[in-house]
């Protein structure tokens, strides 16, 4: 994957300097080819992390990017199809599932349904970050949605729900496996179904120019 990302930022227009708009749950694996790519080429990495489909509505209205990762395919449907943006070198560049987190083993979580047992529940926003339309997603498929949603707390990505649960905010958090694995004080329940949500995976585009 770092290869593959690595490549992506060679093919944009700039050489000095190289602005990418990606994912939030791939902040850290980004930042290890930021390292690596300017160490190579000489160039500088900007990132801006967040929200996937924030993100898109930001480059859509005219933020300047070269790059755009995002977590699942609709925010790049939406750049590509609802914008004045043309985006070109697109493939897949890794895929992530979903896990809950807790600060505590004392937290008991038997099955996905334990988690109406608890009082708040920390999800990204289905509206802005794919990890909470796929946790919406989830839950709406093993019937706990109705049950759960006085229970949730919307964050307005996949790492700010991660440090709900880090704080104590929370009790307990919807993330992917990746953002689970790099907290390790943090405690992954796989207790979610992978039938319950789409496959999620990772698109990287390139940004060329402005549509005339």
């Not at 440090?163 to 907290?183: F, H, R």
Request: charged share 20%; aromatic share 8%; glycine share 6%.
């Amino acid at each position: 994957m770092v290869g593959a990302i690595g490549f992506s930022f060679s093919c944009t227009r700039s050489e000095d300097e190289v602005v990418v708009f990606a994912a939030a749950s791939l902040t850290e694996v980004l930042n290890e080819v930021k390292k690596r790519y300017e160490l190579e080429y000489s160039a500088t990495v900007q990132y801006n992390f967040g929200g996937s489909q924030g993100l898109a509505i930001e480059l859509s209205k005219g933020s300047p990017g070269d790059v755009f990762i995002s977590a699942g395919t609709p925010p790049m449907k939406f750049l590509t199809e609802q914008s004045d943006v043309e985006i070109s070198s697109t493939s897949i560049i890794a895929q992530n599932s979903l896990i809950v987190v807790t600060k505590s083993e004392d937290v008991e979580l038997i099955s996905y349904s334990s988690l109406l047992d608890l009082d708040l529940i920390a999800i990204a926003d289905p509206n802005l970050a794919p990890a909470g339309f796929y946790a919406k997603q989830s839950l709406t498929h093993t019937g706990l949605w109705t049950g759960i949603q006085e229970k949730l707390v919307f964050a307005a990505d996949v790492r700010a729900a991660l440090n709900y649960v880090k704080s104590g905010n929370v009790d307990a958090a919807i993330v992917y496996m990746t953002d689970g694995l790099s907290e390790p004080q943090l405690k992954i329940r796989k207790i979610i179904p992978l039938t319950s949500y789409t496959n999620i995976s990772y698109p990287i585009a390139v940004i060329q120019n402005k549509k005339s």
